[in-house]
């Protein structure tokens, strides 16, 4: 059993056209059994920055902590909101920090950079970084979710689309997968308003 | 060893409220050489003085205008071991700004972080407060900006100062002459000035001028190109 694999969960992020969307399940469980069905994994940081987290349920809470202490710390010392890619870079090195005593999360970073431009990052529990412009995963659902995504992404996609298939996806991907699911959350970042919502979905 | 260092401070306070070794550092500043800047609508320019001790000197090996990053440079007077710490420390700082954030450093965060450094020498133990004021000049997202830094630690930004031995005068003429110059009148601003308190004929090489554009890259100018200037100037 990978330490990765305690929790179980399934993260996805796609880029739109002038938007991001930012998915995960909320699942929170102890290696088989499910404790709660309320858990969220995707966390805002500021209105155009948004991180969804997989993996050790500890490692996500204290590490959303920290960041929002750096960012906080960022926002005093540089009057001006952190922008998604540097966001991005900050925590790889925060990850990197650890690497010989790692933080087991996988995060990955969704938001809107300059001239709202979207941004997606997702990087390893050492903070390796993949930047795309079209979807990326993690979680324990992260191989069926590939898939799915595969299949079902087309580019330019306008935020009620984009919401459909996002919302699609993560569904059909953590339907596979025994240790994530038991609902899951949606937002779809917009240059003038964000779109959350919570998806009827499956409890099993 | 806690014996290596002394565990006092250096710099204490008189019964009047001063810090007597900030006020000799700036008496040292004030016998350096004449340094100053200007803030254009598209961009600063640093000129300084770069009188060396003998002809025999190979001015080329001096360089008392000094890039930090792409798009920040500053120059100083006072002394010049001194400045060259405080060039090192900078452009550390900026350079481990960036490694965590994969976005350079704003031009205010750097002069923070250089002022820091210097307060934190009028307040450890064992050390002497920097015998130099700096004029950093950076180019960012907030636009051209100039800024003084001295050996206190306190530090603000200027449309147009001077520092060292004839900064008075200086200072005098630049406010008559400032009217939010463009970057090429600007630069001749600064030479008239300079020249000002020139002794002895001014050429390409017994001055440094460093100027940063709308371009954001800093850059110092080269003799030839300073030579066009003075000549522009004539």
Same mark, same amino acid.
């Given at each position: 059993m990978s330490i990765l694999e305690y929790n179980g969960s399934g993260v996805v992020a796609m880029c739109g056209k002038n938007c991001v969307a930012i998915a995960s399940d909320m699942r929170y469980g102890v290696q088989q059994t499910t404790v709660a069905t309320d858990m969220h994994k995707v966390y805002k940081m500021h209105d155009k920055v948004y991180i969804g987290m997989a993996g050790l349920a500890t490692d996500m809470q204290t590490l959303v902590q920290r960041f929002r202490f750096r960012l906080k710390m960022y926002e005093l010392r540089e009057e001006r909101k952190i922008k998604p890619n540097v966001f991005a870079n900050l925590v790889s090195s925060m990850l990197y920090q650890k690497r010989f005593g790692p933080y087991f999360v996988e995060p990955v970073i969704a938001g809107l950079g300059d001239k709202n431009k979207p941004f997606i990052c997702a990087m390893d529990l050492i903070g390796a970084p993949v930047y795309t412009d079209n979807f990326l995963v993690s979680g324990t659902s992260s191989e069926e979710l590939y898939g799915v995504c595969e299949a079902m992404y087309r580019p330019n996609l306008e935020p009620d689309d984009l919401f459909e298939t996002v919302s699609q996806c993560l569904q059909a991907a953590v339907d596979r997968d025994?240790?994530?699911?038991w609902g899951a959350e949606v937002y779809v970042i917009c240059p003038d308003r964000v779109i959350h919502k919570t998806l009827k979905s499956r409890q099993d | 060893m806690a014996s290596q260092r002394a565990n006092f401070s250096l710099t204490t306070f008189t019964p009047s409220g001063k810090l007597v070794q900030i006020d000799y550092a700036l008496n040292a500043v004030a016998a350096g050489k004449t340094s100053l800047g200007i803030k254009a609508s598209n961009g600063v320019v640093i000129a300084t003085e770069k009188r =060396?001790?003998? =002809?025999? =000197?190979?001015?080329?090996? =001096?360089?008392?205008v000094q890039k930090l990053t792409d798009n920040i440079g500053l120059t100083y007077a006072g002394m010049g071991p001194d400045y060259r710490v405080l060039v090192r420390k900078a452009r550390k700082a900026a350079q481990q700004y960036f490694m965590t954030y994969r976005d350079p450093m704003p031009v205010s965060q750097l002069v923070r972080e250089v002022a820091s450094t210097m307060q934190e020498f009028t307040q450890s133990g064992g050390v002497r407060p920097f015998g130099v004021s700096l004029l950093v000049a950076g180019y960012d997202d907030n636009g051209p900006q100039l800024f003084q830094v001295d050996p206190s630690g306190s530090y603000w930004a200027w449309k147009a100062s001077a520092i060292g031995k004839h900064s008075v005068n200086a200072k005098t003429f630049l406010e008559k002459r400032y009217e939010e110059p463009e970057l090429e009148d600007a630069i001749h601003i600064a030479i008239l000035t300079l020249k000002? @308190?020139?002794? @002895?004929a001014m050429n390409e090489n017994n001055i440094e001028i460093g100027i940063v554009g709308e371009d954001g890259k800093f850059r110092v100018l080269k003799p030839s190109e300073l030579k066009d200037y003075l000549s522009e100037v004539e």
């Open positions: 025994c240790l994530a699911g | =060396v001790p003998s =002809v025999l =000197v190979d001015e080329t090996s =001096v360089q008392k000002e @308190g020139f002794e @002895g």
